[in-house]
């Protein structure tokens, strides 16, 4: 078996290529959401193709037997790189960075250049070939028009692959380590007309009809935003004092926004660690009902 990690605590390896397959599958499912499905699917199935060498499956070996491994293994990340100059050059940063974080193109190739003269990144690559069929695109992989001529889009669209990435791999890592947390990462709810109707149960058990000018005004403000949510989507501004009831009139606007446009989440940046608590526990107290194993507020 040739192995992507060392033994779990219930003594079982994890093989390689369903690693790389799962972190694929997963990232380009991640990708998906912003256009970016094919270049997430290549950087995960070749984040770890060093893994192939013999050298890397040696110190997998040591680690289980040995009480106290070297603490890291030969390197694992070239071989993926190289393949992505082939295909994909901008790829490459992210193999790369996929231990210890992005690096400039300039360190990219400072990096990878020795490493190109040795033998041992192209021979995990000819193992990797011979072992995965589809391992390289039939066509090299392309990013949109934009994306390739505007440089501030292109950094921000890498970094999301990047995320994508990283989130892929560390949670197939996981779920070979403890599995059992991986029952904690599904996703508690769909955004699904249950929580809009949580969420205005909530508005009528709390406020009712106006009765003063306060009240009054948040009612105006909250059906303002129920006629926006139904927009196109874009760039949005609400502009209201302290008291108006921006938390829960926003998210009125954003939970609506998304079920009518089929968007799938909704995220919330605020500023201060004590607005974001107070933030998710209002959030929390709309949606969750006490489901504490079914969460739908992620904090």
């Known amino acids: 078996m040739i192995c992507a990690h060392s033994r779990n605590a219930q003594g079982e390896r994890h093989e390689l290529v369903d690693h ?21 699917f290549y950087a995960g199935l070749w984040h770890d193709l060093g893994k192939f060498h013999p050298d890397f499956q040696a110190y997998l070996q040591r680690c289980e037997t040995d009480p106290s491994p070297p603490p890291r293994g030969p390197d694992h990340k070239a071989a993926g790189a ?12 992210l193999i790369q960075g996929h231990h210890g974080g992005l690096h400039t193109p300039s360190e990219l190739k400072a990096w990878l250049e020795p490493l190109k003269q040795t033998s041992a990144a192209h021979e995990a690559l000819t193992r990797a070939r011979a072992t995965i069929a589809d391992l390289e695109p039939a066509t090299p992989i392309r990013f949109s ?26 949670l197939d890592t996981e779920r070979h380590f403890d599995p059992s947390r991986t029952v904690v990462r ?13 969420f205005t149960a909530d508005q009528e ?41 921006k938390t829960r009139s926003a998210m009125a606007f954003a939970l609506r926004h998304a079920l009518y446009h089929g968007q799938q989440r909704v995220i919330v940046a605020v500023p201060f660690l004590t607005i974001t608590e107070q933030t998710a526990q209002v959030y929390r107290d709309i949606f969750e009902d006490g489901e504490v194993e079914r969460p739908v507020v992620l904090e």
Request: aromatic residues 10%; glycine residues 8%; hydrophobic residues 45%.
């Open 20 to 40: 790389l397959r799962a972190v694929a599958a997963q990232a380009a499912e991640f990708g998906s959401a912003f256009g970016a499905q094919m270049p997430a």
């Open 145 to 170: 028009a934009r994306v390739e001529h505007d440089r501030l889009a292109a950094e921000l669209y890498l970094r999301l692959v990047f995320s994508a990435l990283i989130d892929a791999d560390y």
């Open 82 to 93: 190289l393949l992505a100059l082939k295909w994909s050059p901008p790829l490459a940063l």
């Open 186 to 198: 599904q996703r508690g709810h769909a955004l699904d007309r249950t929580l809009w109707e949580r």
């Open 205 to 245: 058990t709390r406020f009712g009809p106006p009765r003063d000018p306060v009240t009054q005004a948040r009612y105006e403000i909250y059906r303002d935003c129920l006629e926006a949510a139904e927009r196109p989507p874009g760039l949005f501004r609400l502009t209201v004092p302290t008291g108006g009831g």
